[in-house]
């Protein structure tokens, strides 16, 4: 019985648990393999990557021999703005958010459960029941990005996340062959660097409408994959950041709009890219606050498990009857993320240190999601 439970209730019963090196090691069982695959599948994706854009931009005055603020105040924190930082600027971030993941497919991922009939153990051929399967993965986020401007229209970034990343799961397991229950407990930490980016910028159009840049990003696999802290894969961003000029609604209030659009193409693998986008409007308050609101999108472009990756082996202990059907019922076809960022940054000190702050809030509840993300920051420009 001991044995069939193991397969349930992961590395706490069984052997390869207790050697295990990674968060999807713990899944060593072929019924909960699935899982460990999902969540390294989109997890890396998921973490929020802050843009590189820096609060302000600048140009250089030859007749002053002095740089001068060129923009107002930018709010947005995920957006790109297509004007660039500004020829031998350079500006420095460091910012944390929290990624609490507690839902999946709208579920709650804490109380996962299996509502159908007893599983058909695939080693033992005993029929078990899992009235409980929790899943809690937390993940603190401290990213430090720089930013340098090459020119007046391009300029270059470098960002790299560090995480520390907290996994727990608390199963129970029920032998319905011979009678019995048993409880299984994980809880994991890891710490490591995430996925490093590097990033391009540059500003092709510039009109009194407003202006228009090309990016390009670099993400290379530096974080761990089964530690649920990178991708694992090397991908290529093209991006198309638009930016309108500000409108002045008096009072000392501007509006400014951006948009961003562009494909994270997985070198190894086209089916895994995604294509993303956001749109999002900035309120100025005078000269020192910026108010930013935002709808963030990414549309994959395949499913986040292939079709019966889940299905199980069933059979009613009254009837015999035999089944087929998902595990825990989950069935995490072709997600689509959306959320609305809320957020902005208020300057603390003569043009060059600045505070920020976001939320991310779900709109769309596909695949595993954080219900907020939370983040705070600071950001200096010399």
Do not use: C
């Not at 270059?156 to 397991?173: K, M, Q, W, Y």
């Not at 963030?296 to 009613?316: H, I, K, N, Q, T």
């Amino acid at each position: 019985m001991r044995r069939a439970l193991a397969a349930l209730v992961l590395v706490v019963l069984a052997a390869g648990g207790a050697n295990a090196r990674s968060f999807a090691g713990r899944f060593d069982d072929r019924l909960t393999e699935p899982i460990a695959q999902a969540l390294a599948d989109s997890i890396g994706r998921s973490l929020p990557v802050t843009s590189a854009s820096s609060g302000l931009t600048f140009r250089f005055d030859f007749a002053t021999s002095a740089f001068e603020r060129e923009t107002d105040l930018l709010g947005q924190i995920y957006l790109e703005r297509a004007e660039p930082l500004g020829r031998g600027k350079v500006n420095l971030a460091v910012s944390w958010q929290r990624v609490h993941f507690d839902t999946v497919n709208g579920r709650d991922l804490d109380d996962l459960r299996d509502d159908g009939p007893p599983i058909v153990d695939p080693q033992s051929g005993l029929l078990v029941a899992v009235p409980r399967f929790g899943i809690d993965l937390d993940v603190q986020e401290i990213t430090t990005s720089i930013t340098y401007g090459l020119t007046d229209a391009i300029d270059v970034n470098l960002t790299l996340p560090v995480l520390t990343s907290g996994f727990d799961v608390d199963a129970v397991a029920r032998n319905v062959s011979q009678g019995g229950t048993q409880p299984g407990r994980i809880d994991d930490r890891a710490v490591g660097v995430g996925d490093l980016f590097l990033r391009g910028k540059y500003r092709f159009a510039r009109g009194r409408v407003g202006s228009l840049a090309t990016g390009f990003v670099l993400r290379l696999p530096a974080g761990n994959e089964d530690d649920f802290q990178g991708t694992g894969t090397f991908e290529v961003s093209p991006f198309l950041y638009a930016s309108t000029t500000r409108l002045e609604l008096g009072g000392g209030l501007r509006l400014q709009g951006y948009l961003n659009a562009g494909f994270d193409i997985v070198t190894t693998d086209a089916a895994r890219s995604e294509f993303r986008f956001g749109g999002g409007l900035d309120l100025g308050v005078r000269d020192w606050l910026t108010l930013a609101v935002a709808v963030l999108g990414r549309e994959p472009f395949s499913r986040l498990a292939p079709p019966g990756a889940f299905d199980v082996a069933r059979v009613d202990p009254r009837t015999g009857q035999r089944s087929v059907s998902p595990l825990f019922g989950l069935d995490l076809g072709r997600p689509q993320y959306y959320e609305l960022s809320l957020g902005g940054r208020l300057e603390l000190w003569r043009d060059t240190l600045f505070l920020t702050g976001n939320v991310l809030l779900p709109i769309t509840d596909d695949g595993f999601r954080a219900s907020v993300v939370p983040l705070v920051g600071l950001e200096a420009v010399f």
